[in-house]
């Protein structure tokens, strides 16, 4: 049974950088894509950055040039950089991985990442 792991959460003060890492656990074929999502309270979860195996990456608008993406897609790990946080990016950050050989998408618990101004 495949399950991502993930770790890096935490508090930190506005301006300062957090590094997410996920694995996912348990799979014996590379994910076609890893990527990070998040979700604020009374909010709806949204895309932060993926990874796709060509390594070809795709970033929201609100996190281009302060996140950088990187992944392992033999080992299955997807690392988020993310440097310059904002209040505005207080939120739960999922991991999420997408099979294709087995045709499933898989999501992580998720890890608080809180920014104080």
């Known amino acids: 049974q495949v399950h991502l792991v993930e770790s890096g959460g935490g508090l930190v003060q506005a301006g300062g950088s957090l590094r997410l890492s996920c694995v996912a656990s348990?799979?014996?074929?590379?994910?076609?894509?890893m990527g990070w999502y998040r979700q604020a309270p009374g909010k709806e979860r949204e895309l932060v950055a993926r990874i796709f195996g060509g390594g070809m990456t795709e970033y929201a608008d609100y996190v281009k040039g302060r996140f950088t993406i990187s992944g392992d897609h033999v080992n299955n790990i997807v690392d988020l950089q993310m440097n310059s946080l904002k209040p505005k990016d207080t939120a739960v950050y999922f991991c999420?991985?997408?099979?294709?050989?087995?045709?499933?998408?898989?999501w992580g618990q998720g890890t608080q990442v809180t920014v104080s101004s």
């Open positions: 348990g799979s014996r074929d590379s994910m076609h894509t």
């Open positions: 999420n991985a997408y099979s294709a050989t087995r045709g499933r998408e898989y």
